[in-house]
C-alpha cells in the first residue's frame, strides 16, 4: 500500500460546479497537510496548509482533515476554468526545518469547461 | 510568496553525459533545501535533503555518487546527475525553506531531463 492514495481523474466539471478532491493516508505519523496547485510545467504553489485534524476554509477554497479515518479533502467552490491544473495533496510528520519531507500523492488533473 | 528560481527548465543531453540543475531561492535565505523527482504519472518523490554547508541526506534507493548535491551557500543549491542514462529521464523540481516550524515549503518551477 502506498502511503498516500490519490485518485489521478482526470476530472471534468462545468464552470461553478463544486469540486470535491481527496486524499488517503496509511502513516499515522503525519501531521502537517498540504494541498499544492500545479500547472502545466510549472512548479506546484501552496494552496492550504493544515495542522491535524479539522477544516480550514480561504475563500472558495475549503481543506478539510479527519485523521481517525486518514482521509482529506480539498473542496473547490464556484469553480473557474482559472482552477483547471493538477492538485497535489501532500503530508509530513514535521512542520519545519530538515524533517520537513513531504510525501505526495500523484495529483489529480481537474478541468473546469466554461 | 518567496521565489524559488530553477535552473534550466529543460534539458536534453546524451547518455554518458553529466547534467548539472541549479536551484536558487531569490529573496530569501533557504536554510534548507529538497530535491524530488517525477516519472510520468506518478507522485513527486523526495531524493534527498541537503542543509547549507553539509552533506545532502539521501531517501532509500537514490544513489548518492549519480546524483551529486552541492549547497554551498544559503541561496544556491545544484543537483548534478552523472553519467546520465535514458532511465533517468524524468522530472526534476527542488524545493526550499527558509528554517523554523511550521514553514512553507516554495517550489521551483522544476526541470525536464530527457537522455537519449
Known amino acids: 500500500q502506498k502511503e498516500v492514495e490519490q485518485d489521478p481523474g482526470p476530472l471534468s466539471v462545468p464552470e461553478g460546479a463544486i469540486v470535491s478532491l481527496n486524499c488517503t493516508y496509511s502513516n499515522s505519523a503525519f501531521q502537517y497537510f498540504m494541498w499544492y496547485r500545479q500547472y502545466s510545467r510549472k512548479g506546484p504553489e501552496l494552496l492550504m496548509y493544515?495542522?491535524?485534524?479539522g477544516n480550514k476554509e480561504d475563500g472558495r477554497f475549503t481543506a478539510q482533515v479527519d485523521k481517525s479515518s486518514k482521509y482529506i479533502s480539498l473542496f473547490i467552490r464556484d469553480s473557474q476554468p482559472s482552477d483547471s491544473a493538477t492538485y497535489l495533496c501532500a503530508m509530513s510528520a514535521s512542520g519545519g526545518g530538515s524533517n520537513y519531507k513531504l510525501t505526495f500523492g500523484k495529483g489529480t488533473l481537474l478541468t473546469v469547461n466554461p | 510568496g518567496a521565489v524559488v528560481s530553477q535552473h534550466p527548465s529543460r534539458v536534453i543531453c546524451k547518455s554518458g553525459t553529466s547534467v548539472k540543475i541549479e536551484c536558487r531561492s531569490l529573496d530569501f535565505q533557504a536554510t534548507t533545501m529538497f530535491w524530488y523527482r517525477q516519472f510520468p504519472k506518478q507522485s513527486l518523490m523526495l531524493m534527498a535533503t541537503?542543509?547549507?554547508?553539509?552533506?545532502?541526506?539521501?531517501e532509500q534507493g537514490v544513489e548518492k555518487d549519480k546524483f551529486l548535491i552541492n549547497h554551498a551557500s544559503l541561496t544556491l543549491s545544484t543537483l548534478t546527475v552523472t553519467s546520465a542514462h535514458p532511465e533517468d529521464s524524468s522530472f526534476y523540481i527542488c524545493?526550499?525553506?527558509?528554517?523554523?516550524?511550521?514553514?512553507?515549503?516554495?517550489f521551483g518551477q522544476g526541470t525536464r531531463l530527457t537522455v537519449v
Open positions: 541537503s542543509n547549507e554547508g553539509s552533506k545532502a541526506t539521501y
Open positions: 493544515t495542522y491535524s485534524s
Open positions: 524545493s526550499a525553506i527558509s528554517g523554523g516550524a511550521d514553514t512553507e515549503a516554495f
